[in-house]
């Protein structure tokens, strides 16, 4: 009998280690080839940017320095399409991982960019629920390689005009409920 509660004991103590979140607020999470820093946004969500990131504020200069104006927006700047980051998320989760957030309602996975004046990604950040049932247990490095794929993969097209813009922050987001 104290076999078997002890055998009970340790499986549950297994379960419970494997379904720990790793990204806590206020801490930072080291892989293998990479450090990630978390940063709590609302009770709900955390944001997940990698320790190397160097151009963390949330403005947009032009390349002489000076601050792009809030009401001139950025609406010259296109990413890709919600199929194109569906295509990449799914090129990067496993069937099962797929099917757990297929279809979730109220969470979604939003990716903060910064891009350089040719429009290519030059940093990123994540942002997913604290309960998110797949991003909240992916290993920094596996979080690390999806980050070079979309770092990849993630262009922006702008107008003339808009080319004189340093570092240009945008966010995109996938909605779990839309995905098929």
């Known amino acids: ?56 504020t949330r403005i947009t200069y032009y390349t002489d320095g000076s601050i792009v104006p809030d009401e001139e927006g950025i609406d010259a700047v296109y990413g890709q399409t919600q199929t194109d980051l569906q295509r990449m998320l799914r090129e990067s989760l496993t069937t099962d991982e797929w099917e757990m957030i297929k279809g979730k309602i109220g969470y979604g ?25 797949v991003f909240s247990r992916f290993s920094p490095d596996r979080l690390f390689q999806l980050e070079k794929k979309f770092k990849q ?19 995109q987001s996938i909605d779990y409920r839309k995905l098929e």
């Open 1 to 56: 009998m104290k076999t078997l509660l002890s055998l009970i004991f340790f499986i549950l103590s297994v379960i419970n280690l494997n379904a720990q979140n790793i990204y806590m607020p206020g801490k930072t999470v080291q892989g293998k080839e990479v450090a990630y820093r978390c940063k709590s946004m609302t009770k709900f969500f955390i944001k997940v940017s990698n320790a190397d990131n160097i151009d963390t």
């Open 109 to 133: 996975l939003t990716i903060s960019i910064v891009a350089d004046s040719s429009g290519n990604t030059q940093e990123l950040s994540f942002t997913f629920r604290i309960d998110d049932p």
């Open 153 to 171: 993969e993630i262009k922006i097209v702008w107008n003339k005009d808009a080319k004189r813009m340093r570092n240009v922050k945008y966010t």
